[in-house]
């Protein structure tokens, strides 16, 4: 039975095919927005609409933007002898957010996964390749790591490790969790790449 | 820094204004939708434009609908002679979906809370006072087991008790838990609430 109505429903069901948001939060998401006023409703589809129709991906590093070159590519500060390899967007804003890397980045817009269908030439690797210049000393690749994310960066180390130094971010227990919720995998890796203090 | 450029970002801002949309899952969103194609997006849009501009409150029950009065109370089948009382449609289209329910519903709309500012007057509760007649038998209070509910749920009992019979919903252990995680007040109630079995 539609205990709501038409068009609460509609949009219920709208909300709920959006990544993250179940049942239970698309009908909260929704009842919110119906008691919005009209011009945040408003300032709401407005803004999905210009992303949308504003976005593309950046000729350099081919980040998701609404400029290209986006404004790491363009900034003059950032060193261009770094570029970190990540598989979306999302992971450089992450990098970003550190505050720590004041390289460039080349997003591949995915990672290999035969299983999803997904094979090198889906990904951004030739774009990467063509980067790749005289000024240009290292690549870090920051793929996830899983399995996808994890082939993704043995493919292109093969590919390019005769040409320019590539290195892999390190792998161990994240900071500020608790050696007893970690999997052990992780430990194992963890221990693997033990340093001395200095 | 903007990172992801305006448009992005500005859509980012308006996601993480929703209820329980914290910034990554905002930013998830937001990605996910830019790479939908033109037609769902304009399908999210217009639902979340036309519920917006077709709801209102049942003209009996005061809950949400496009179509008033509601599904539920225009449905001959529905026992007239009880009233739930709930503080939003929320709880029921929750109630409804137990299937265990047949009679009528009163959306309050809120609950007291003198620290939100929420008086008894703010609430749909002359229309619950209107609907009392002598084909009613029961008035059941189903409004949220936390501090506003339980004062609402008494502030509407010494309102009613003397004219028509009220009773409350049931506190105990959810089904299907584990009693090591239920909280010690829950533990209590339960304990206190024991019935034979039968």
Do not use: W
Not at 41 to 48: E, F, G, W
Not at 112 to 128: D, Q, T
Not at 139 to 168: C, F, H, S
């Amino acid at each position: 039975m539609n205990i709501y109505g038409n068009s609460i429903s509609r949009l219920i069901e709208e909300l709920n095919r959006l990544p993250g948001v179940g049942a239970k939060s698309a009908a909260r998401i929704a009842f919110y927005i119906m008691q919005m006023d009209d011009e945040r409703v408003k300032s709401l589809t407005d803004a999905i609409i210009l992303a949308k129709t504003t976005i593309k991906h950046c000729e350099i590093c081919q980040a998701i933007t609404d400029i290209s070159p986006c404004n790491i590519c363009s900034n003059s500060k950032r060193d261009i002898s770094t570029i970190m390899v990540v598989e979306d967007s999302r992971d450089m804003a992450a990098y970003e957010k550190t505050k720590e890397y004041k390289g460039l980045y080349h997003v591949l817009n995915g990672a290999i996964s035969p299983m999803a269908g997904i094979s090198p030439e889906n990904l951004k690797i030739k774009e990467l390749l063509a980067r790749i210049n005289g000024e240009v000393n290292e690549i870090i690749l920051a793929t996830n790591p899983n399995v996808e994310g994890e082939a993704t960066a043995m493919y292109i180390n093969k590919l390019l490790k005769d040409i320019v130094n590539v290195t892999r971010i390190a792998y161990g227990v994240p900071i500020g969790g608790d050696l007893e919720y970690v999997d052990h995998v992780t430990l194992a890796r963890a221990l693997e790449g033990r340093r001395e203090i200095l």
